[in-house]
């Protein structure tokens, strides 16, 4: 009895010793595959980031190109402005010179 109840208590120690082998394989694989799925995560975040900022890129230079071609109308129409403005007064420059050229040459 003393045989079998050591060799029963051998084998069992074998098939601890086995198991105990299996889990450490098997949470090294769990901790790999953990970290693979981590790198996979961050590769997805960046790209995700990379494309969130190529878009607000777009969308401001959008934004900034609606922006320039406002404030260009606004410049055009005041040049408009300015230019039938400076051509009014070149106009009344002209009457008053004439005015003043017939006027002397009318006293002379």
Avoid: F, P, W
Wanted: glycine share 0%; proline share 0%.
């Amino acid at each position: 009895m003393s045989i079998e109840v050591l060799k029963s208590i051998k084998q069992t120690e074998l098939e601890a010793e086995q198991i105990k082998k299996q889990s450490l394989d098997d949470s090294k694989q769990i901790v790999n595959e953990a970290n693979i799925q981590a790198y996979k995560l961050q590769e997805q975040s960046v790209e995700n980031a990379e494309k969130e900022a190529k878009n607000i890129l777009i969308n401001a230079e959008k934004l900034a190109s609606d922006e320039i071609r406002k404030l260009q109308t606004e410049v055009d129409n005041q040049y408009d402005d300015i230019k039938k403005s400076a051509r009014q007064n070149l106009d009344k420059a002209i009457d008053i010179i004439m005015g003043k050229v017939v006027t002397i040459h009318a006293n002379s």
